[in-house]
């Protein structure tokens, strides 16, 4: 599938679509009820092509990306690992270095196409070919750090994108805002940009801790990926300063209530003054209702309208890339709300079912 398909009709908004089964080629094999899947992106075209959304977009299949352009956020070594691990026999013993990372003969090739995908999807968007686009792509990219992948992700898709939109100066891109929606905190991301004040990160996460017993010893541990980067101090470094954003929440069971709070509260005023010429969403969906990993409970609508307070700025020219998101039916669905979004920008109701909870006001 590399042909563009869709309408065509001037008025409408050109909505880019990346999707590539070679995707699916990565998957844990030591594991098959594994939460990051296949299934999870296969589920997601097929709701989208049953409801004949993808009729209305520009549907694109995935490229790998250029080497050069994932060197300029992570180390040679890091590529390297990459490149090479799905003929590297001792791949399961070298996963095990490494927290939360699984590898198999698809996973080189699945993760170059990803990242590739990603590029392609925010440089159409950047020339103007495409007014918005989302990626449906995996492994996710967020949590990988620019030395070592981890928490599910490879290479950091958003990341190398946005690096990639900054150095290509032609493209005019100075200032891109990267909304971080994943339950987890993207530790990779932030760490990537942290000095640097072209790029706005916002995040919003669990980054609650819970106390276990480990060899008789009681110990204390935060939402993945644990440790203090998910707080809200991390505020960036250097000319970076003030332009790192972490809201973590201190509890699971946050649904549409909160993050409207935080949006009306924070990152719209603040993206009303950054000013962004992109925005990149690190799009999962593991906060919505009944995902078995997020324990949160957002709702496709609850998406679709934070999305929407989003198309205000940067001449709505947003890239989406998938992230987390387990629950298959809630992703795809959560999916579909946000692609609606792109394509019609239609004002959505904006009541919603509860009150934030007290915990989210502080
Ligand atoms: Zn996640």
Redesign the pocket.
């Known amino acids: 599938m590399n042909t563009i398909q869709g309408s065509s009709t001037e008025q409408r908004r050109r909505v880019g679509l990346v999707y590539d089964e070679r995707m699916c080629k990565h998957y844990d094999p030591c594991d098959e009820n594994h939460e990051e899947c296949p299934g999870r992106i296969l589920s997601i075209w097929n709701k989208l092509t049953s409801t004949g959304l993808t009729k209305r977009c520009l549907v694109f299949g995935a490229k790998e990306v250029d080497e050069k352009y994932i060197s300029a956020v992570h180390t040679n070594d890091h590529v390297d690992l990459i490149k090479t691990i799905s003929s590297n026999s001792e791949r399961n013993d070298e996963a095990r270095g490494y927290s939360s990372v699984y590898f198999n003969d698809g996973s080189s090739e699945s993760a170059y196409l990803a990242a590739g995908s990603v590029v392609e999807a925010a440089e159409k968007v950047a020339k103007g070919e495409l007014n918005s686009a989302f990626a449906i792509v995996r492994p996710?990219g967020?949590?990988a750090e620019d030395c070592k992948p981890m928490?599910?992700c490879l290479f950091n898709n958003v990341a190398i994108a946005t690096s990639f939109l900054l150095n290509q100066k032609e493209l005019g891109i100075n200032k891109i805002l990267i909304v971080d929606w994943?339950?987890?905190h993207g530790n990779g991301t932030q760490k990537m940009f942290y000095d640097d004040p072209r790029v706005l990160y916002f995040s919003v996460?669990r980054h609650d801790s819970f106390v276990f017993v480990l060899n008789g010893k009681v110990r204390h541990e935060r939402f993945?990926p644990g440790g203090d980067n998910g707080s809200h101090i991390m505020t960036g470094s250097g000319q970076g300063l003030g332009y790192n954003i972490n809201v973590p929440w201190l509890n699971g069971g946050c649904g549409d209530a909160d993050y409207i709070t935080v949006w009306n509260h924070i990152l719209i005023p603040v993206a009303r003054e950054f000013k962004p010429d992109v925005i990149m969403v690190s799009a999962?969906f593991?906060?919505a209702m009944g995902d078995p990993?997020?324990g949160c409970c957002v709702t496709p609508k609850g998406y679709a309208l934070m999305l929407q307070k989003l198309m205000e700025f940067s001449s709505g020219k947003i890239v989406m890339a998938l992230?987390?998101?387990?629950n298959l039916e809630s992703t795809s669905n959560s999916v579909h709300a946000c692609m609606e979004v792109l394509l019609d920008n239609k004002p959505i109701d904006e009541s919603v079912k509860d009150d934030p909870l007290n915990s989210t006001w502080e």
């Open positions: 996710p967020h949590q928490g599910f994943d339950v987890h996460h993945y999962g593991d906060a990993l997020g992230e987390g998101g387990y």
